[in-house]
């Protein structure tokens, strides 16, 4: 099988490809998450893929938009799951790059992190599927995660500390921050 595989960041990408790989699939990457904020950080992250990309010798496509405005606005907006969103802009994505590359499905490394919502994987994998017509595949591989600290430790690629979008940093930084007491 001819299999699109949505990247999202090299360390995800290392014990995914593994088990695609062992799986028989024949692999093309690709690179596609306007979602990741600042730009500083999107650079690092699609230089962090061509990394793993040399290593495990797997060709990416790379569709390096970076969509600021729109990002902000999902992130502020009232209401709305922005991880759903941010899940189906990629996979949609995903599923037109599947039919013009000549794939015959796609899956996601997003599905090998724990730290994803898993059942927005398969509902909008499975709904950008069957709007493009392709096949999507959800593999649940979150029991490969330690391998992917691992092998990306090992290889010595980009390790990055947060999610991706400005909330999610943000987060992140909130929960490293030693408590301060008020000034009196
Ligand atoms: S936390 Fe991660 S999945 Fe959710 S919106 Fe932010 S970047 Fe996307």
Not at 94 to 114: D, K, M
Not at 116 to 138: L, N, P, T
Request: aromatic residues 10%; hydrophobic residues 40%.
């Amino acid at each position: 099988m001819r299999l699109l595989l949505h990247i999202c960041c090299g360390p995800c990408a290392t014990a995914s490809v593994g088990f695609w790989r062992g799986r028989g699939a024949e692999l093309l990457g690709f690179f596609y998450n306007p979602n990741i904020q600042p730009l500083a950080e999107h650079q690092r992250r699609l230089c962090g893929v061509r990394d793993l990309a040399e290593i495990v010798g797997i060709e990416v496509i790379e569709d390096a938009a970076h969509g600021l405005e729109e990002w902000f606005q999902v992130e502020s907006g009232p209401g709305t799951s922005r991880c759903a969103h941010c899940i189906r802009v990629r996979l949609e994505r995903a599923a037109a790059e599947t039919i013009a590359s000549g794939c015959e499905a796609f899956s996601t490394t997003l599905s090998i992190s724990p730290w994803q919502d898993h059942d927005a994987i398969k509902a909008e994998g499975e709904r950008a599927a069957a709007a493009f017509g392709v096949s999507f595949v959800y593999e649940d591989l979150r029991r490969l995660y330690p391998e992917t600290c691992r092998l990306s430790r090992e290889w010595g690629l980009y390790r990055q500390k947060y999610c991706g979008c400005s909330l999610s940093e943000w987060q992140q930084v909130l929960a490293r921050k030693p408590k301060v007491s008020a000034c009196s």
